[in-house]
């Protein structure tokens, strides 16, 4: 799914490795994400998807290397404000309030009801769940309110890890609905996914990694790891 021409560079990843113990975790990556695209980290299981996403908004730190985010070091951002403008939904999502309302003002405790009903709307779900409990939602509905959640304070990046892989096909295709729709407005999506068809139909460009090694990377239609594994 092609959105045009690259954009300016969001993050640039300049030899970055990341040891734990003697486990190497990822080993001298060197890449860049663009603005307005929507990137998809892909790869076998234990690759170093996930530990290269929450390096992005510093919910991990590289032991070697540096990051760039818009040509600063992110180690030169507040780590709070960096994550205002970089938001992260995890693989199963994760509810911290009794009703949807509540839930997004985890975030925002200002958030008025016509700003909450417009997240709803634009992650695809029913204003009139404002105020549902949240313990009786679906799958596909606690992960869209997580999406909502991460939207309340406008970010400017989206870091989604492994956002369907627990859910039924249905709500798996809701989500994959609204994750296209963000990118499309115009939103940067940094997406790890196991899925090679799930990368194809929802991400521009994808970097493949395999044993914590960068290996391929560019436009989606030109990876053959998404070929093989289609």
């Known amino acids: 799914m092609t959105r045009g021409a690259h954009g300016d560079e969001a993050f640039a990843l300049v030899g970055v490795g990341v040891r734990r113990g003697e486990r190497r ?59 205002r403008r970089v938001g992260l939904v995890f ?15 985890v975030v925002d405790r200002a958030l008025d009801d016509d700003a909450a009903a417009e997240l709803l709307t634009r992650t695809g779900l029913d204003p009139d769940l404002l105020p549902r ?42 989500v994959e609905e609204t994750v296209t729709r963000l990118a499309n407005e115009g939103l940067t999506v940094v997406l790890v996914s196991h899925d090679a068809d799930q990368a194809r139909r929802l991400a521009d460009c994808a970097l493949v990694l395999s044993a914590g090694r960068l290996v391929e990377a560019g436009e989606v239609d030109t990876i053959s790891y998404l070929r093989r594994n289609s």
């Open 25 to 83: 975790l990822l080993d001298d990556v060197s890449a860049t994400i663009h603005t307005g695209r929507c990137t998809a980290l892909v790869g076998p299981s234990g690759a170093g998807k996930s530990t290269l996403l929450r390096l992005l908004n510093r919910f991990d730190e590289p032991t070697s290397g540096a990051i760039r985010f818009h040509d600063k070091p992110l180690t030169g951002y507040d780590v709070l404000a960096l994550r």
């Open 91 to 105: 693989q199963r999502p994760t509810l911290l309030a009794d009703t949807v309302r509540a839930e997004l003002r």
């Open 133 to 174: 409990k949240t313990s009786t939602l679906s799958g596909g509905e606690a992960q869209r309110l997580c999406l909502a959640r991460a939207l309340t304070v406008a970010p400017e990046v989206l870091l989604l890890d492994e956002p369907t892989s627990s859910l039924d096909p249905a709500s798996a295709a809701a």
